[in-house]
């Protein structure tokens, strides 16, 4: 899975951008950009990459993307058949930091949004928002440039108040990721999204990037403060979750399509990351 910067910016006579995008799929394009980015999902259904963190998305998310973070909204594979008449709609704003001058957020009156917009580096995914407020986010697109600069200021401050929500890529991979002269970590990234499920090790991502095994260990765990082989178990068992919310396939299968060779392993991870069983798990979130 290639990472890809997208040219984001917004045009001249605009300090940021809306757009309304309604396609039979989203974009399959691993990729980021400079440009924070909020999104409605409005129809739609798959699995959201964003940094780290892989989980099933549905029509009605609302997700903050700080700069610079990695993500993806795949959508299920239905929606790519030759015969398919579904649709995949997303509203989404894309503005920088500096978007009403450079310090704008910095002032005290402000420190309730510059807080939001610092737990945006690591993806911010809001709960059980009220549609009236998903409405003020879409109807931004609805009013005229000035009045929609003071709008999207209330729609930030609605949310930095908003105190149920979710971080989702760990920080971890944000303080790794954004050494932006770490060309190496970004190729383990590439590759590790691309094989998680494939029975990769250590050892293989080692030879990928020209490094011995002890010495990818030791780079590795410097930059992530953890062990490459807890930091692939994560990833596997986040795309587990998926299958298991998706409740298509046996908890068997889904060990072994998470990339785990045998389910006592499948189990063991699972209760490590989570604390819970992987029947458990779904059983929680079904309720």
């Excluded at 970004?186 to 080692?206: Q, R």
């Excluded at 590795?220 to 998706?246: D, M, P, Q, W």
Aim: a positive charge.
């Amino acid at each position: 899975m290639k990472l890809h910067l997208l040219n984001r910016t917004s045009v001249s006579d605009r300090s940021f951008s809306i757009s309304h995008n309604l396609y039979p799929n989203f974009l399959r394009v691993w990729h980021y950009h400079p440009e924070i980015e909020l999104v409605v999902i409005l129809k739609s259904s798959g699995t959201r990459f964003i940094g780290d963190n892989i989980e099933k998305f549905q029509e009605g998310e609302v997700v903050l993307i700080g700069k610079n973070l990695p993500h993806m909204w795949l959508n299920d594979e239905v929606y790519f058949k030759p015969d398919s008449v579904l649709e995949a709609e997303a509203f989404a704003i894309h503005f920088t930091k500096g978007f009403l001058g450079e310090g704008f957020f910095d002032i005290p009156e402000m420190k309730q949004i510059a807080s939001l917009l610092d737990r945006a580096n690591r993806g911010v995914k809001f709960k059980g928002l009220s549609d009236s407020r998903i409405s003020e986010i879409t109807n931004l697109i609805n009013y005229d440039s000035t009045t929609r600069v003071f709008k999207f200021i209330e729609v930030l401050y609605a949310l930095s108040k908003h105190d149920n929500y979710q971080l989702l890529s760990s920080s971890s991979f944000v303080n790794s990721f954004q050494k932006t002269d770490n060309l190496r970590m970004d190729k383990i990234y590439a590759y590790v999204f691309e094989n998680f499920n494939n029975g990769i090790s250590a050892s293989d991502v080692a030879e990928m990037t020209g490094m011995n095994k002890s010495a990818f260990s030791r780079y590795f765990k410097k930059a992530h403060r953890k062990s490459f082989t807890r930091y692939l178990n994560e990833i596997k068992v986040g795309y587990a979750c998926r299958l298991l919310l998706e409740n298509k396939e046996s908890i068997t299968s889904i060990a072994y399509l998470s990339g785990f060779n045998n389910i006592s392993n499948f189990n063991r991870q699972f209760r490590a990351i989570h604390h819970m069983a992987p029947s458990a798990y779904l059983k929680n979130h079904s309720s």
